[in-house]
């Protein structure tokens, strides 16, 4: 299963996607896909280590989610938005390219049987971006977000801290 929580900055993504998983596991994945770029984000990293506890497992991985050996298993994929960043950077602001490459990964991902909760950012319900760049980003998070909700069985849009289903679809 996919469940997809999507939301603004500070919305209760995390928090609910953590509760979320712990009600269907004792022993969740949390697979972080940050890179830590600086010490103002190492702060951030080190608040969502702190909200969790020893039930989890830590996995890190910047971009091959697909690849880890998560069959059968809890994951929380925090965050989606991270993630695409790290294709974005890393192939010069292709969208095209990334596009392609994050829709191979999630397709790989849900051959898998498991429960993946993905967590992601509603870049375009905020402010127009400034740059081009910013721009280009904001147009491949909207595309990924809709593949992601196209695939998944599962999705809640956190508004406030509170979540608010709009996608309900058992298999």
């Keep these: 299963m996919i469940w997809m929580i999507t939301g603004g900055a500070r919305s209760g993504k995390s928090s609910y996607g953590q509760q979320l998983a712990l009600s269907f596991s004792d022993s969740p994945i949390y697979l972080a896909t940050a890179r830590h770029w600086d010490g103002d984000f190492e702060k951030r990293i080190e608040r969502h280590r702190n ?20 069959d059968n298993r809890v994951v929380m994929i925090d965050c989606a938005t991270l993630w695409l960043t790290n294709f974005f950077v890393d192939n010069q602001y292709d969208i095209d390219l990334c596009l392609r490459l994050a829709k191979q990964q999630i397709d790989e991902l849900t051959q898998k049987v498991g429960t993946f909760i993905f967590i992601t950012n509603e870049l375009g319900m905020g402010v127009h971006a400034e740059t081009p760049i910013g721009r280009k980003f904001t147009d491949l998070q909207g595309w990924v977000n809709q593949y992601l909700a196209a695939k998944a069985q599962k999705v809640t849009l956190m508004v406030s801290g509170i979540p608010v289903l709009i996608k309900n679809e058992e298999k």
């Design 51 to 70: 909200d969790r506890d020893e039930r989890w497992t830590l996995w890190e991985e910047e971009k091959n989610i697909a690849q880890l050996a998560i």
